[in-house]
Structures are given as C-alpha cells and as structure tokens.
C-alpha cells in the first residue's frame, strides 16, 4: 500500500494526479447537474461539433475529428481524455519505479499523451454507440414535437425539469430536457409521455395516450 501511495504522491506523476482529478471532478458536476434536469453537456456539445468540422481541414480540427469530436459530448470525451491520459501516465511511472527508474515529467506527459489518442479515439467510438445523443447533435428540436417518449430523471412536474428519451427514425436514442405541462399531475420515471411542445428551456410533457404508446410498442416489434 505504502508504494502505492509513494507512486501517486510522487512529483513525477502530478500532471497524472491533476489530470485525474479535474475529471472526478467533471464526472461529478456533470452527475449533480444531470439529475436535477441540466447538463453541461448541452452548453458545449452542438458549438463545438460545428466548430470542428468547419476546421477540418486544420490540423487541430482534423485531430479532434480523428478523436471522434461530435459523435458524443464535448464534456464527456474531455472526462475520457483525461481519465485515459492519467492511466497512461501512471502506467508508464509505475513500470519505471518497478525498474528503479525515474522518467522526466515532460517525456513522461508527452508519451502519456501520445498513447493517449488512439485510444481515445477507440474508447470514444465504442462510448458513442451505446450512451443517448443529445437532441442537438442529429435533428432539429421541431421533430422531436409529438413524439412519445419514456420519463428517465423525473419525476416531471412544473419545477425543475427533468429528462426523457425517446429513439430517432434512424434508430439513435435522444435524452431530452423536459418538464410536466401547467394542468398535468406529475411524471413518474418509466412513464410514457407525449412531448406536445418546446420552450426556450425544455419540452412539455403529457401522459401519452394509449393508442400511441400501442402503436410505438407495434413499431419496435
């Protein structure tokens, strides 16, 4: 245990500590703010994916495109980096101190990070296949108008909003920032719900009526 602690106490690794402190405590804000309804996420992902591609020919553009920038939220590939960077970093420390050996901090960062982006690029695409897109990311918010979908942080009601899913017609999962209309009862999650509007901050919600939450059943099977 004590040589464990030497290595994550070491000054060799502290770029390794911070790294992986930032995104604990990224990981944690985003966590909080999730379930009361809002995501960092929204604030940052639809600017930065346009930004990207509009630099792609640049070649920090092509990288962030090479890393998947995107095709999941800024804020979550920022938590991958890190938490891949930090792993990397402490790996290679840890083999050195085994050997008795100590690498400089700046080669140890710049091999760290060189690892770091092809497997940032492979764990990056795997993560955004199976989390839930964000509505800004494939269609306009207008389609998304009408459709039923499930209560997945609720319950939704008239105070702080909370989030849906719902699948696209091209078969990618949506979570949605929405809210109970002024004359519902309460949401609960696992509810099937109608989304019959948007305003500047959520969707509105009612409880779906039973012939379209029948008819969406009948189309998944």
């Given amino acids: 245990m004590s040589a464990v602690s030497d290595l994550l106490l070491a000054p060799d690794v502290r770029p ?26 929204e604030l940052l992902g639809k600017d930065f994916a346009v930004e990207a591609d509009s630099d ?11 890393i998947n920038a995107g095709r ?7 938590i991958l980096a890190l938490g891949v960077f930090s792993i990397g970093g402490f790996f290679l420390q840890g083999i050195a101190h085994g050997a008795g050996l100590s690498v400089p901090t700046p ?24 989390i839930p897109r964000d509505e800004t990311y494939a269609v306009d918010d207008a389609d998304f108008v009408g459709k039923v979908a499930e209560v997945s942080v609720g319950p939704l009601d008239q105070g702080l909003p909370g989030r849906v899913r719902l699948k696209d017609v091209f078969g990618n999962w949506h979570s949605l920032v929405a809210r109970a209309s002024p004359d519902s009862a309460p949401l609960p999650v696992g509810a099937s719900v109608l989304l019959v509007d ?9 409880t779906a009526p039973a012939d379209l939450i029948a008819q ?6």
């Fill in 72 to 78: 999941l939220p800024l804020l979550i590939l920022i």
């Fill in 107 to 130: 080669i140890a960062a710049l091999a760290a990070g060189a690892v770091s982006l092809p497997a940032i690029r492979v764990t990056s695409r795997g993560i955004a296949r199976i």
């Fill in 198 to 206: 948007r305003d500047a901050k959520s969707f509105i919600a009612i």
């Fill in 16 to 41: 390794f500590a911070i790294a992986a402190g930032i995104m604990l405590a990224l990981g944690g804000i985003e966590l909080l703010t999730t379930l009361v309804g809002f995501s960092i996420s």
């Fill in 56 to 66: 792609s020919d640049s070649g920090l553009g092509g990288m962030f495109l090479w």
């Fill in 216 to 221: 969406q059943r009948s189309d998944r099977a």
